[in-house]
């Protein structure tokens, strides 16, 4: 990028909230997505609306990209750089500006971390139930740019159902507020949930308007193992069936389960091929309940051993340890490929099986856990980076995991985005049709292509005669982070 | 139309499929919406998707404009006719394609009446919430185009939150399928929520597949009288408050009660100023604690009259006599105008109060009635087309509601859509931007604008030297239907 232009951002911005340092650069050249890094050419941290739109009139003038970025934890690359761009860094922006109790909304800034608004909300009684594995760390902007899922999403839904608004900067640097406190409203198009789950590519959220819900008054935590895989898969088809709806449904295999108990050593089976997590929450009489009918159904399914948390700490103390999943397993190996293939739930012991046949035909280690109440399954592959022909086969096991998939009805993507790290089985999910329909918004609401682009889409040069541009190749050099 | 186009839409559709004389173009020259009227050119009803792939082929070829159409029962003139234009009515494509126990979807044809398709899921214990006014006439297809909501909002939401994915013919022709039984999926931007609600602009849907519930075991059904109309905006506060989330909360002022008593005879009591409607759902023990609570609720709020359904047979006779508002309301006056200005839920009593306002300002008589737990209002304006003084009055009276809703920080349509009717009031409700972001998804997808054009927003033309379209002309000439 030419001086001149980089003299101009640190104006905009102001030289205290600009940074381009080797090391600073480095540090915002990468996400929670392994293999993927580009250098930024700035990384700054915007004050107010009025900054980001002048660097996108700035970027749309001179041809240059802006990533936004939250906490950097996605898993499909939607916040890495690409050639000739600046990093837009959101998470100073992290208050909550108010929590309405009349109407049960937050109003909060898309840099408030997830796990933060939940502890507030809950001290007044109130839940915020989306639930992703980095809710610790994870913005509330990143999780609507991604429509981020979580373990809740069964009974609760996912983070696209708790958004009643959005405030943001287009593209072309225009703000535009859409939604508001009324829970029904259909004026005109409804552009607020086309702008959720797309990835940092039609705007730049600067507040975000939550739905909050009562907490729930009572919880029972059950996990179960089952001496076979098959059983745990029938299990959750039973539970869902029987016409409850637990909060949780959790799955690990035991590769994962060994790995959360050498992190955890909370006394996992570490022999069983399978285990479940489940949660019911909601009113005391029907928790109890719901609890037995559950216990009888896992009994009926040959389970080896059920546990039911004798009191809140226990209660945490399992569903820490099946949070920790991802963690845990990013020890055993230098690179965790985590993938989130979803399919419908009665398709879920099918696929579990086809899991461990992509293993077994590419020889990788690929450990599976993930949201069996949803369908939504996390095969996760342990491996080295360094190691080429792995990887090549590594792609190969996931190439055969999304294409079973969507054989059986489902998608390559349940709660993590299409980024760059599965542009390539788009079409194969959403069709032709479906991304030329997708490229049409983009390009109409982003003509230059200046807000990240290259993710979800590729965009195809506009007319003959301009250079294909070379910002949306994504590098082939690797790290280690 | 020239000839020659009709005999080519004649030969697409077959001749018994295709309907041109005087009869038949004025019974689809208007729908629920009153004053609104156009006659078609023809009426077509398309037997496959190559069909009305090859009339969308036509109608971009020709230049004419087409308007899909089920029951016609919107309420905004989303499928009232325009100038050149032939009528796809898709009422006949109503089978349920499959059922599915394991996975709770219904795969319905877009033709399905609501209600059919109800009675038909809840004999398998399942159960499709959104229940629209018209539910016993208006079709799935209708629904999704309009996100049609319905009483049992408040507890189980509305259209959008039952569509799992939609089969869909493009403006252009194309085939298009978007979503499936995954519950989750994020891969690409999320296209089936922008075509829910779009009004028939963006397409016309071929199939559509839907998500069910497990049937409520239990419910209760409580009317309540207030002597005054504020303390049955206080109720509807305090019950939200109290974090119980009834499936119904309905209001009906004194003009509506008295309608609806003088159509049902069911004994309301014709001097109180408000009523509610209130029903709770679930499991046994909860639904009994909950109606409890609420019962204490009303007569801290001074409930002048509290009547709890002695069995679903009285429980039915009062839900039918609070669905049948507007047929009462619809049988004092020649003209009935039904508007459904939304406001956050704790505005509902000041929004009520405004409502009455309007009326007493503008001297027009205006029933109110509505989803009081959602803050969705129906005041109806009862009139006479014929007498023009009058109706400009009652124009003037919805705009000064529309502008308090949108002052109020709610919306000016929360379940019929923009349509023609509401077109002028858009913009207040999601400012300009908001509009040029709609115009730009409808003119990239429909660049001819032949579907439904002039519904939601109006297109200007496209470059200087075209002459202006006069096809978005609404008519203004009335009929009584």
Redo the contacts between chains.
């Keep these: 990028m030419q001086p001149f232009i980089l003299e101009k951002i640190k104006k905009i911005v102001g030289s205290e909230h600009y940074y381009d340092s080797p090391e600073d650069r480095i540090s915002y050249s990468y996400d929670g997505t392994p293999m993927l890094q580009q250098l930024p050419e700035a990384v700054v941290f915007p004050q107010n609306n009025e900054q980001i739109s002048e660097l996108l009139h700035l970027a749309n003038k001179e041809k240059f990209s802006i990533i936004p970025r939250g906490a950097g934890t996605g898993l499909s690359g939607g916040s890495i750089p690409v050639e000739n761009s600046i990093v837009v860094v959101m998470t100073k922006w992290n208050k909550i500006i108010e929590i309405?109790?009349?109407?049960?909304?937050a109003l909060v800034e898309p840099g408030m971390v997830t796990g933060v608004l939940q502890k507030e909300v809950e001290k007044l009684?109130l839940f915020y139930p989306p639930d992703p594995g980095s809710m610790n760390v994870c913005t509330i902007g990143g999780n609507v740019a991604?429509?981020a899922?979580g373990l809740r999403?069964?009974k609760y839904g996912?983070t696209?159902n708790y958004v009643l608004g959005v405030e943001m900067i287009?593209p072309t640097g225009?703000?535009?507020?859409?939604g508001?406190?009324?829970?029904?409203?259909?004026?005109?198009?409804?552009?607020k949930?086309?702008v959720?789950?797309?990835e940092g590519t039609l705007g730049i959220f600067t507040k975000i308007l939550l739905k909050l819900i009562?907490l729930p008054t009572r919880s029972k935590t059950i996990t179960v193992n089952f001496k076979k895989i098959i059983d745990s898969g029938k299990s959750v088809?039973d539970i869902?069936?029987s016409?409850i709806?637990p909060s949780m449904v959790e799955f690990l295999d035991n590769t994962t389960m060994n790995c959360v108990e050498d992190y955890t050593k909370i006394g996992l089976d570490r022999n069983s091929e399978a285990m479940l997590l489940i949660e019911v929450d909601g009113?005391v009489?029907?928790v109890d309940?719901d609890a037995e009918t559950i216990v009888s159904i896992l009994k009926k399914n040959n389970a080896a051993q059920i546990r039911i948390a004798e009191d809140p700490t226990e209660a945490l103390l399992l569903k820490t340890a099946r949070r920790s999943a991802f963690s845990a397993l990013a020890r055993r190996k230098p690179t965790t490929i985590l993938e989130d293939a979803?399919?419908?739930?009665?398709e879920l012991p099918v696929m579990i099986e086809k899991v461990r046949e992509a293993a077994s035909n590419f020889n990788v280690a690929i450990g599976n856990f993930g949201?069996a109440g949803?369908?939504?399954l996390h095969p996760t592959c342990l491996t080295d980076e360094r190691d080429s022909v792995e990887i090549t086969r590594a792609h190969k096991a996931f190439g055969f995991i999304f294409n079973e998939a969507i054989k059986l009805?489902?998608?390559?993507?349940?709660?993590?985005?299409?980024g760059l790290a599965?542009k390539d089985f788009?079409e194969s999910?959403?069709?032709k049709?479906?991304?030329?329909?997708?490229k049409?918004?983009?390009?109409?609401?982003d003509p230059n292509n200046v807000l990240n682009p290259g993710k979800?889409?590729t965009i195809a040069p506009r007319c003959e005669g301009t250079l294909p541009t070379k910002r949306e190749q994504i590098p082939d050099f690797h790290s280690h982070h």
Tied chains: 1, 2.
């Design positions: 309405d109790i009349a109407n049960l909304t009684g991604e429509n899922g999403g069964l996912v696209k287009l225009e703000f535009l507020k859409i508001g406190k009324s829970v029904k409203d259909v004026a005109g198009y409804n552009l949930d086309i959720i789950g797309s009562p088809a869902i069936s016409r709806t009113r009489s029907s309940e979803t399919v419908p739930r009665s949201h949803d369908g939504n009805g489902g998608t390559i993507t349940g709660e993590h985005g299409t599965k788009l999910a959403v069709g049709e479906g991304i030329e329909f997708m049409k918004i983009k390009m109409v609401v979800i889409l």
